[in-house]
């Protein structure tokens, strides 16, 4: 059986003919997949059958667990305490390594919780889990009504103290029954779905841990021909998702674009990587378990870390700092390294036309494009690492004079500069948006054109810095940025581009540029893998 590769980029995580193995069957349903990186196995539930069992690298499945409170997803804590969502219970239990049970929580505002279904903890202690309805149903769980009226994402604060309530941290009404769960490599964003509107949302983690500023990331995940749907999900360390879909497992990009499938022989309800090198995906499909190898690894979760857990038991203070500095990388950011005393960044056409609600290109929704990608906030602090690092920061401004005198009307967005009388110098509109002002040190270089290249000033400052290397940031991913990074590699510089710097019209336009342009002509990664690059 071989798997489906729809973009050439699925070559890189897996084999299309990697063999997809049955280590056990003649289960109910299997689900919630866990490995244990010190004791060497994995941990997987039977929700119908109401059994926990454990598989060894020798091919031995045993027990562990009956009754199980019809267990669903499981994971570890960094003290390695199992973290398990019992349907049976409407609870979110912990077991300690000595097999004591406390149940961290049951009840929101007052009621039971539906049934906690599948969860994932953050570097920082918190613990997040869905709460659809299915632990109330036949078979999966046990029948009985429901208490709540929604169904929700939750969070366990650091501090948690076993059964007091939880934090909703999704809106009550997004989701009809949201379901897998996981985070990004740098735990910036998370990734939720929903089985029954089969798709996957975006979401930004704030400060407070809450998720904000929700957005489709993948849908239709469906089939009529193949069984199968959104369940399981998690995240490797390059920042692709996998996902329990028609037919196997589907693999996104970072960007939301689906790169190939995984065939499995039955319905994958959960997956999760494991083995020596994170490197083996374990997946319980239906009434088997499941393993297949790939050429990517798990994203680093607290609980993986086998200096800090030896023996069997750990410190949690300890070992929340070291999961904090794992590599955060997305596609194309893992190694990376930056000789500042070589490096210039660009911020390009960061200006309130362009970026500000107000501005002459508003209604082209650059604006709202720019707060998704919080484009600001990032390149205010790229810039300000950079200057400390020593790198040379260069602004690109596009400046017209009043009338726009000698403006050639030879295409739409000089068209659009014209008519919206966009960009005059003098005016708010020329000015750089909030928190991109020009520093001491910093250089500018004004232009009347998408790449910055136009204006001989630019290549004289970068050739008389003798830098070779160029961060390329700013507005409108697909024009601007684009014609900079394809004409900078012409011209034998290494180019950078962290995407969460740029920004354009909308979400679509960015993902097509970054995903089929940019790659074959720059590096693709993030502020934080840049920032981290620098030191």
Not at 201 to 220: E, Q
Not at 337 to 342: A, G, H
């Amino acid at each position: 059986m071989s798997h489906t590769a729809i973009d050439r980029n699925f070559h890189k995580l897996i084999d299309e003919y990697a063999p997809v193995a049955q280590l056990g069957t003649g289960f109910v349903f299997t689900e919630g997949p866990i490995w244990h990186p010190v004791q060497n196995h994995l941990l997987f539930s039977d929700m119908p059958g109401d059994v926990r069992r454990k598989w060894t690298p020798d091919g031995r499945i045993e027990e562990v667990m009956r009754p199980s409170n019809k267990a669903n997803g499981m994971t570890y804590d960094a003290d390695l305490n199992l973290l398990a969502c019992e349907h049976a219970t409407s609870s979110v239990a912990r077991f300690l390594p000595d097999g004591t049970r406390e149940v961290l929580c049951s009840h929101f505002e007052g009621r039971e919780l539906n049934s906690p279904n599948d969860i994932c903890v953050r570097s920082d202690g918190r613990i997040y889990f869905t709460d659809p309805t299915y632990g109330r149903m036949e078979h999966y769980g046990v029948p009985r009504p429901t208490q709540q009226g929604f169904q929700g994402v939750y969070m366990l604060e650091p501090g948690h103290k076993p059964g007091d309530e939880p934090v909703l941290v999704s809106d009550r009404y997004m989701f009809n029954q949201p379901n897998g769960l996981c985070f990004s490599p740098c735990e910036r964003w998370m990734w939720v779905n929903d089985t029954d509107q089969a798709n996957i949302r975006m979401f930004d983690v704030g400060d407070d841990g809450r998720l904000t500023n929700g957005r489709i990331f993948a849908s239709g995940i469906r089939d009529s021909l193949k069984p199968g749907l959104p369940d399981g999900m998690k995240s490797d360390i390059e920042g692709n998702v996998w996902v329990t879909a028609p037919g196997g497992v589907w693999v996104y990009s970072f960007h939301g674009m689906l790169l190939g499938k995984v065939s499995v022989p039955e319905m994958v309800a959960n997956l999760h990587w494991g083995g020596d090198n994170w490197d083996t995906l374990f997946m319980t499909s239906s009434t088997s378990l499941y393993s297949v190898k790939t050429k990517v690894r798990s994203r680093n979760e607290p609980f993986m870390n086998p200096n800090i857990h030896t023996g069997g038991a750990t410190n949690v203070t300890s070992a929340q700092p070291e999961a904090r500095t794992q590599p955060q990388s997305q596609p194309g950011g893992a190694g990376l390294k930056i000789d500042p005393s070589k490096a210039v960044l660009l911020i390009q056409d960061m200006q309130n036309d362009v970026m500000m609600d107000g501005g002459a290109f508003a209604e082209t929704g650059s604006p709202e494009h720019a707060k998704q990608q919080n484009v600001l906030a990032n390149s205010a602090r790229l810039a300000e690492a950079c200057r400390a690092a020593g790198v040379l920061v260069i602004h690109v401004w596009l400046v017209c004079e009043p009338g726009h005198p000698a403006m050639a009307r030879n295409s739409p967005l000089m068209e659009g500069l014209i008519d919206g009388n966009a960009m005059v110098r003098g005016t708010w509109g020329v000015q750089p948006a909030p928190g991109l002002e020009q520093k001491p040190g910093d250089l500018v270089v004004e232009k009347m054109t998408m790449s910055a290249w136009e204006s001989g000033r630019l290549e004289n400052y970068i050739k008389g810095a003798g830098r070779n290397v160029i961060i390329n940031t700013g507005a409108w991913t697909n024009m601007s940025i684009e014609h900079t990074a394809r004409t900078g590699a012409d011209k034998g510089y290494k180019i950078i581009l962290p995407e969460d710097a740029c920004s354009t019209m909308n979400a679509d336009w960015h993902r097509v540029s970054i995903e089929y342009a940019m790659t074959n002509v720059a590096t693709v990664t993030n502020v934080d893998a840049v920032i981290a690059a620098l030191r």
